[in-house]
């Protein structure tokens, strides 16, 4: 019997504000010595009263308003409770079933198939503490604890782990693109709870659905899914009952493990917190927010392939992170300038940016928007190429200075004499120099080694520190060596008279 994965996935995200959701304790500090950031309030002493923090709500109305939500015109907090050593008050405030939006929906791009998945709420609540357990012992830390989260819940309208991953790159990139959040997953900025279960296809029915918990990474959010549906599909096959639990993921063992079997929420005993007013968010103060909205990754996306003639693969690693992306309007705005010399097209630079410039960047660690390297300087250096002043082998090894240290390329180029050789007599004279030092590699090639050619360009070029233009380099080699050949096939028969 074949099977039908159906997910919904849970993803609450750390919002970037500056203090808590209820207190005005720090929430933007990563690392600090813990219980060093807490206060009556969040550490649920009698008597401390919960303040709504405004930033937290245009942030959560924000991810809303993305989503494509429909914005409640009346919303208010609940409490949950329930007991654990980390939720020092005994519940959780959290907007239960009156939320800021519903009824959103993103659209996910998979290889050209769109695919629309449903947003069924997005809501605001607060951290807990974080437990750390020593041998023998626990260690509570209440810096986490009323820390804002917005928590985004979808239908259960996933069927592939491709489509999971797809959902998941496209949050982060969104909530990093409002820069409501770090959408760091390592540092728990950005957390995600999945819902599998498995049904017989083409049931209408759902099955017995497990929660996946703990994955702090898009490839430990991509095993654990793998493992777990690959779990269900084999105990569903050999007839064994599933059992709707909560589970976490093992890094190291590589396994699902169960953390406790699923309360329903009549468990929590939610009721209104009476400590915090209701909200009734004013529509225009929704029209402005809406207003204020960046453009975001999916539209830009779209612009960059529309606007820029990009594929869609090399739009998608533009857009990936909004610096990058800006950086390459910038670049491709001046390469448009009918002052530059060029033309240099889009595509071109899209192919030095994703190429040469990503993976320097990535070596060094630097930020794209911090380097020296400018826009301008970049396209400077394109230009040299495009032009054929230079090669584009001396492009690529002044890149990393100029991304260390800046400076203007052209002026590089001119203080180290750089430029192309395109001299004919010069070149010839490389060429020769190098024909005569190794006359073994030239009785190969002449001997139908078409491999030998390349490694008397190679000296050529190191002899020219790269700066042989590689047409004319090529086309005079060849020219050398036929006349070689012809030399010699002159030459043998008088040897072989005298034999
Ligand atoms: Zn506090």
Request: aromatic letters at 8%; one cysteine or more.
């Amino acid at each position: 019997m074949s099977y039908e994965t159906v997910i919904g996935i849970e993803v609450h995200v750390q919002l970037s504000t500056r203090s808590k959701m209820f207190c005005g304790c720090r929430a933007d500090v990563f690392g600090a010595a813990p219980n060093t950031l807490v206060c009556p309030v969040c550490l649920g002493l009698p008597g401390a009263l919960p303040r709504i923090n405004r930033q937290a709500l245009r942030y959560g109305t924000m991810v809303a308003l993305a989503l494509n939500c429909r914005i409640a015109p009346y919303t208010r907090f609940y409490r949950k409770n329930y007991h654990y050593p980390d939720l020092v008050k005994g519940y959780q405030i959290t907007m239960y079933d009156e939320p800021l939006g519903q009824h959103g929906f993103v659209d996910l791009d998979l290889g050209g198939l769109p695919r629309r998945i449903c947003i069924e709420r997005v809501h605001l609540e607060e951290d807990t503490g974080k437990s750390m357990h020593a041998p023998g012992r626990t260690l509570l830390d209440f810096n986490r604890s009323g820390v804002p989260l917005v928590e985004i819940v979808t239908a259960p309208d996933f069927r592939s782990l491709e489509e999971v991953q797809a959902y998941a790159q496209e949050l982060q990139q969104l909530v990093r693109y409002l820069q409501v959040s770090s959408g760091d997953m390592e540092k728990g900025a950005l957390r995600f709870e999945i819902n599998v279960s498995l049904r017989p296809a083409g049931s209408d029915e759902l099955g017995v659905k497990v929660e996946l918990k703990n994955l702090n990474s898009l490839r430990a959010l991509q095993r654990a899914l793998q493992y777990e549906i690959a779990r269900q599909q084999s105990a569903l096959e050999a007839g064994q009952p599933l059992r709707q639990e909560t589970c976490g993921w093992d890094e190291e063992r590589e396994e699902t493990f169960v953390q406790r079997s699923k309360e329903a929420s009549s468990d929590y005993r939610y009721f209104p917190d009476p400590d915090l007013p209701p909200l009734r968010p004013a529509p225009e103060w929704v029209a402005e927010l809406w207003a204020a909205l960046p453009e975001l990754p999916w539209q830009r996306r779209a612009r960059f392939v529309a606007e820029y003639d990009l594929r869609p693969y090399d739009a998608a690693l533009l857009t990936e992170d909004r610096a990058v992306a800006d950086y390459f309007e910038k670049a491709a705005a001046l390469a448009a300038d009918p002052q530059m010399p060029g033309p240099i097209s889009p595509q071109t630079l899209a192919h030095w940016i994703t190429g040469e410039l990503f993976c320097l960047l990535k070596e060094s660690g630097q930020d794209i928007a911090q380097t020296p390297l400018r826009p301008a300087l970049l396209v400077e250096l394109v230009a040299l190429v495009q032009r054929g002043a230079i090669n584009a082998s001396v492009a690529k090894e002044l890149l990393p200075e100029i991304l260390e240290r800046g400076g203007s390329p052209r002026r590089l180029v001119q203080e180290r004499g750089l430029a192309r050789i395109s001299s004919r007599e010069q070149l010839a004279s490389l060429v020769a120099q190098a024909l005569a030092a190794h006359p073994q590699v030239v009785d190969e090639y002449l001997g139908a080694k078409e491999a030998a050619l390349q490694f008397l360009i190679g000296q050529v070029m190191q002899a020219s520190r790269g700066r042989a233009d590689p047409h004319l380099l090529h086309e005079l080699l060849r020219d050398q060596l036929e006349t070689l050949r012809q030399v010699r096939s002159r030459s043998r028969p008088v040897q072989d008279g005298h034999r």
